[in-house]
T-cell receptor, first 111, second 113 residues
């Protein structure tokens, strides 16, 4: 069945450093991948999404490229800020258009 | 700007009681969803509805029953709550396509004592 794997549960970085959060997926259908961000006690919100192979998509300084050959959709940012501290979920849209989420990565940015 | 509304924000109850949660969206979407976020923050789909019709039931226990009066409303009833039902229940809506963004409500936090 459809599934998403996020390997880092916790990532702690100093402000200004780059970050990459890993996401790989499994599906037998054409993949639609999403990154959602959830700040403390808030609802998850879309950060970015893609279904186009090898095309970089960007939003709010974050970027990701869907690579169908490696079934990956890693999230990156060149310089993290304190406000980026949050829970980040990678998600796959299934054949029935529901989202299958990875286990999430908690990003903590320190001064 | 909130466009998916959930009530109540928080509910405490005892094992065996019945609870109901409400969700309303003002985005004009055809599809609505219930997700469960557990204490480890894992997010899992429970149900999806398209224009009042159940589309997906992701092997949820029978004590959970969604109800939709129109495409803007999707409620969730739990007939006899158990301790493992303690979680945040998130409602979402979208236009229904695989690449359409899902917009989430603030959630209802349920604590079962």
């Amino acid at each position: 069945g459809d599934s998403v794997t996020q390997t880092e549960g916790l990532v702690t970085l100093t402000k200004g450093l780059p970050v990459m959060l890993n996401c790989t997926y499994q599906t037998t259908y054409s993949p639609f991948l999403f990154w959602y961000v959830q700040h403390l006690n808030e609802a998850p919100k879309l950060l970015l999404k893609s279904s186009t192979d090898n095309k970089r998509t960007e939003h709010q300084g974050f970027y990701a490229t869907l690579h169908k050959s490696s079934s990956s959709f890693h999230l990156q940012k060149s310089s993290v800020q304190l406000s980026d501290s949050a829970l980040y979920f990678c998600a796959l849209s299934s054949n029935y258009n529901v989202l299958y989420f990875g286990s999430g990565t908690k990003l903590t940015v320190e001064p | 700007e909130t466009a998916v509304f959930q009530t109540p924000n928080y509910h405490v109850t005892q094992v065996g009681n019945e609870v109901s949660f409400n969700c309303k969206q003002t985005l004009g979407h055809d599809t609505m969803y219930w997700y469960k976020q557990d204490s480890k923050k894992l997010l899992k789909i429970m149900f999806s509805y398209n224009n009042k019709q159940l589309i997906v039931n992701e092997t949820v226990p029978r004590r959970f029953s969604p109800q939709s009066s129109d495409k803007a409303h999707l409620n969730l009833r739990i007939k006899s709550v158990e301790p493992e039902d303690s979680a945040v229940y998130l409602c979402a809506s979208s236009s229904g396509g695989a690449q359409d963004t899902q917009y989430f409500g603030p959630g209802t936090r349920l604590l079962v004592l």
